[in-house]
């Protein structure tokens, strides 16, 4: 897992680690069953506080894509499936709406890359 940190980002560093662990774990750099890092050895790694790091690695798991299993530590979980499916409904619905439109599918994309782009800002 390779994760840093952009201090000159719009992004805070907890939406900055979060980000990248979910992307690892969506793009499957980050397999089911891996075993991350401790929240304080990520902390000390990257130069920030551990309540950063422990509030990414709480909400990714709220988000299915991490468990922790006590003092096993965290590990990706098989949830990641479940969040693609909600991904995919989410773009089903959205395909839907844009058609009923008259929307471009290259509008349509432009539309999807926009938002993203503005949400990880």
């Known amino acids: 897992m390779i994760v840093s940190i952009d201090t000159g980002s719009r992004l805070s560093p907890y939406e900055q680690v979060r980000s990248q662990v979910a ?3 969506n793009t499957g ?3 089911v069953g891996s075993k991350l890092p401790t929240v304080r050895n990520l902390a000390g790694d990257l130069g ?3 309540n950063t790091v422990a509030r990414a690695y709480r909400e990714l798991e709220a ?3 991490l468990e922790t299993k006590g003092r096993a530590g965290t590990f990706v979980a098989a949830g990641k499936d479940k969040a693609r499916r909600k991904a995919a409904a989410a773009a089903k619905s959205y395909a839907r709406t844009v ?3 008259g ?3 290259d509008e349509a994309l432009a539309i999807v890359g926009a938002a993203l782009r503005a949400e990880s800002r």
């Open 29 to 31: 750099e980050l397999p």
């Open 103 to 105: 929307i471009s599918d």
């Open 63 to 65: 988000a299915g894509l």
């Open 48 to 50: 920030i506080a551990p």
């Open 99 to 101: 058609i009923s439109l």
């Open 23 to 25: 992307d690892q774990i």
